[in-house]
């Protein structure tokens, strides 16, 4: 789907504790830096739907299992990341995003942002509003 990377990431075993990359500024997909967080969402809850006028993001899951679906408008694109498919998820803006936890335990996103939050930038909508068989 245009505007959506999928980017596989490096996972560096240690015996006295792992390492997760997650971006870098010479990554595919990275635009610009404007804040980190993580967000969590519990087993068979889902966030979303939410489109971003101006914001990049790049989502990552280091621990727990968590379902992404992107809509443009006409086709769907959906991708499980975790650490088995420990991947970075692109979304350029204009773009519909909703995720559900899959994981029985703690399912962990971070947010890799091209811009600060700003409350005015993205629009939230019901999960009702756009038809998709969670």
Same mark, same amino acid.
């Given at each position: 789907?245009?505007?959506?990377?999928? +980017?596989?990431?490096? @996972?560096?075993? &240690?015996? @006295?504790?792992? #390492?997760?990359? =997650?971006?870098?500024?010479? +990554?595919? $997909?990275?635009?610009?830096?404007?804040?980190?967080?993580?967000?969590?969402?519990?087993?068979? !809850?889902?966030?979303?739907?939410?489109? &971003? +006028?101006?914001?990049?993001?790049?989502? #990552?899951?280091?621990?727990?299992?968590? !379902?992404?679906?992107?809509?443009?408008?006409?086709?769907?694109?959906?991708?499980?990341? +975790? @650490?088995?498919? *420990?991947?970075?998820?692109? #979304?350029?803006?204009?773009? /519909?995003? =909703?995720?559900?936890?899959? $994981?029985?335990?703690?399912?962990?996103?971070?947010?890799? =942002?091209? #811009?600060?939050?700003?409350?005015?930038?993205?629009?939230?909508?019901?999960? !009702?509003?756009?038809? *998709?068989? /969670?």
């Amino acid at each position: 789907m245009d505007g959506v990377t999928l +980017s596989d990431l490096k @996972q560096i075993h &240690h015996p @006295q504790g792992d #390492i997760y990359h =997650a971006v870098k500024k010479s +990554s595919v $997909g990275f635009e610009n830096f404007g804040e980190a967080y993580f967000t969590t969402i519990n087993n068979s !809850e889902t966030k979303g739907w939410k489109k &971003h +006028s101006k914001m990049v993001l790049n989502l #990552i899951v280091p621990t727990g299992k968590v !379902e992404f679906v992107i809509y443009n408008g006409e086709k769907f694109f959906t991708v499980v990341l +975790s @650490q088995e498919n *420990y991947k970075r998820l692109t #979304i350029s803006p204009n773009l /519909w995003v =909703a995720f559900r936890g899959l $994981g029985d335990k703690l399912n962990l996103v971070l947010n890799v =942002a091209s #811009i600060e939050h700003d409350p005015n930038e993205a629009i939230n909508i019901d999960l !009702e509003e756009i038809n *998709y068989e /969670w």
